[in-house]
């Protein structure tokens, strides 16, 4: 059940004791005398005010309050929480501060404290500060009880203790290693509003609660929830408790007691069966580069960690053919290196690659790969000379070894949602799209006119178009069928995070009568639910962490179909 703000203060009055007396001693050697003969000149809804900034500022005031967080050490905020132990009934003003100082106190402490009513970023704190009376103890202040989305906006809650019983689900981990944060949700994982599934970016926003660790450290030696075992995104935590900041940009929990998730999202060991006699695979490899230091890795020693995190994610593909994205465009160059190592593990001649006859100039491309027993090339490679494409499609007919139907893989990887070099109608129009939608739409109308002349057309890749965007619109209405919408449950359909909202950017599509003979499918979540410090890069993440394992082999998790076509 949500309360109001003016029942969290009830709530919160309810929850205190009267303070006993004790010996403080003030900032500067003030005697202790100083709580009695210098009262407070203001309450911390006086300062704290009814809008986002205190009306008070840069007025120097003195405030009374109970410790509720203690972060004053080196490596944490440099400062305590404080609250109002008889809080206002304005449920528009919050009854707690933050007081910028490193006088010893503790979690309890009735103080005194005199400072200057500031604003940073975004957070209303008590700054620099004069005088700190510690002047006794009082009972603790419980936190309020409260539920995402939190009732009658954030701000009224700002330095406040907070208890959030609901279940919450991690959604974001991207900034878990250099800055010890991780973001929950109320209602399970927050999807893209563009996947389709009726989400709101407002409601999105109400939903997501940023949990920090009480620091500004960056890359703290011990980073949060990776033990016994990292954090993946899905896994949940009840009971959450600390007091609500806000820098940087965010609202922000700073927890006063450990926080536990529990794996509700468990590793997959190895992709669901997808059936059928022919397997195959999208997968984009995050800069697989044999130069160094371009897009890919920075040293030798990347390099190895990357490739061998690669040849585990394909290795447990077991994929017959894969389409693959951002492969350096440096001829067959980086494609063979990775095909020699992946043989290295599977067996030598397991599998070979497919020439792209017109890779583009940009410094990726895409490639296929396909196992030779299994699978025999049907004519030519082809392509599109079509200029919209800065990284042209690649086209192939396959007929099984064994006998069977033929299919013809053409992959992609479309224009980005990044914006640099946008102008006119390709700018981020404010529909969730992105930049370059319109020329992601016309490189999907080229496609589909492109899968309408070839047999078994099964177009997939990364699109960078999530499922109920324009480009996907477009395949669809040209009688292309999304093979994961048929085969991969809500929850599940997913291939890539970003700002803490799941979506589908990776996508295989087939042909109507294609379709008729798909077994299955499904997306192999090795990637995007993983933390971004346990992939191939040394900088900023903990060398202990690291495994030669599929998981953050890349930032996109690959799909796998299965065909019938014997």
Not at 214 to 241: C, K, M, W, Y
Not at 393 to 409: D, E, H, I, K, N
């Amino acid at each position: 059940m949500r309360r109001t703000a003016a029942a969290v203060a009830t709530a919160l009055a309810a929850g205190l004791a009267t303070t006993t007396a004790g010996a403080g001693t003030a900032l500067g050697g003030t005697p202790a005398e100083a709580c009695e003969s210098t009262p407070a000149t203001h309450r911390i809804a006086q300062v704290q005010g009814t809008g986002a900034t205190t009306p008070l500022n840069g007025q120097t005031v003195r405030i009374e309050g109970t410790v509720t967080g203690d972060f004053q050490a080196d490596d944490q905020l440099k400062g305590f929480f404080v609250q109002d132990p008889a809080p206002d009934d304005d449920p528009r003003t919050s009854d707690g501060l933050f007081v910028y100082s490193t006088k010893e106190v503790k979690t309890g402490d009735r103080v005194l404290v005199t400072g200057r009513a500031v604003e940073f970023g975004g957070l209303t704190e008590l700054s620099p500060v004069t005088a700190v009376d510690v002047c006794g103890t009082a009972r603790s202040i419980k936190p309020a009880r409260v539920r995402l989305p939190l009732e009658g906006g954030v701000e009224a809650y700002e330095g406040v203790l907070l208890r959030f019983g609901q279940r919450l689900t991690a959604t974001e981990t991207y900034q878990l290693g250099r800055y010890g944060e991780v973001t929950v949700s109320e209602g399970g994982r927050l999807f893209q509003p563009t996947e389709g599934r009726g989400g709101t970016q407002a409601g999105n926003d109400a939903r997501r609660l940023l949990v920090d660790d009480g620091s500004t450290v960056q890359n703290p030696a011990r980073v949060p929830f990776t033990e016994p075992h990292a954090l993946r995104i899905g896994d949940t935590t009840t009971n959450l408790t600390g007091v609500l900041s806000q820098g940087f940009g965010s609202y922000r929990l700073q927890p006063t007691s450990d926080t536990h998730f529990a794996r509700a999202n468990p590793r997959p060991a190895k992709p669901a069966g997808v059936g059928g006699d022919v397997k195959v695979a999208s997968f984009n490899t995050l800069n697989w580069f044999t130069t160094l230091d371009e897009r890919g890795a920075t040293t030798a020693e990347e390099q190895e960690r990357q490739i061998a995190k690669l040849v585990a994610a394909l290795k447990g593909l077991d994929a017959d053919a894969v389409g693959l994205m951002e492969v350096e465009n440096n001829g067959d160059t980086a494609v063979k290196a990775l095909v020699d190592r992946l043989n290295a593990a599977v067996g030598a001649g397991t599998y070979s690659w497919i020439r792209h006859p017109n890779p583009g100039t940009d410094a990726i491309h895409v490639s296929i790969i396909y196992k030779t027993a299994r699978l025999t090339p049907v004519g030519a490679a082809r392509s599109s000379a079509e200029p919209v494409f800065e990284r042209p499609p690649l086209v192939q007919t396959f007929r099984p070894a064994a006998g069977g139907a033929p299919f013809t893989m053409i992959v992609n990887h479309f224009k980005s949602k990044g914006c640099d070099g946008a102008t006119g109608a390709d700018r981020d129009q404010g529909d969730g799209q992105g930049c370059f939608n319109p020329r992601r739409v016309t490189q999907a109308r080229t496609i589909a006119d492109l899968a309408a002349r070839e047999e078994g057309p099964l177009v997939l890749g990364d699109l960078n178009a999530y499922s109920a965007e324009d480009p996907m619109k477009v395949l669809t209405a040209a009688g292309l069928v999304g093979q994961t919408e048929r085969f991969v449950r809500d929850g599940q359909r997913y291939s890539y995070v970003f700002d803490g909202q799941s979506g589908e950017l990776d996508h295989v599509l087939a042909g109507p009568e294609l379709s008729k003979r798909v077994s299955g499918a499904t997306i192999w979540h090795i990637n995007s639910d993983e933390p971004l410090i346990l992939d191939y890069n040394t900088e900023y993440n903990p060398p202990g962490l690291y495994r030669p394992d599929a998981y953050r082999s890349s930032d996109h998790d690959p799909v796998l179909v299965g065909l019938r076509l014997r």
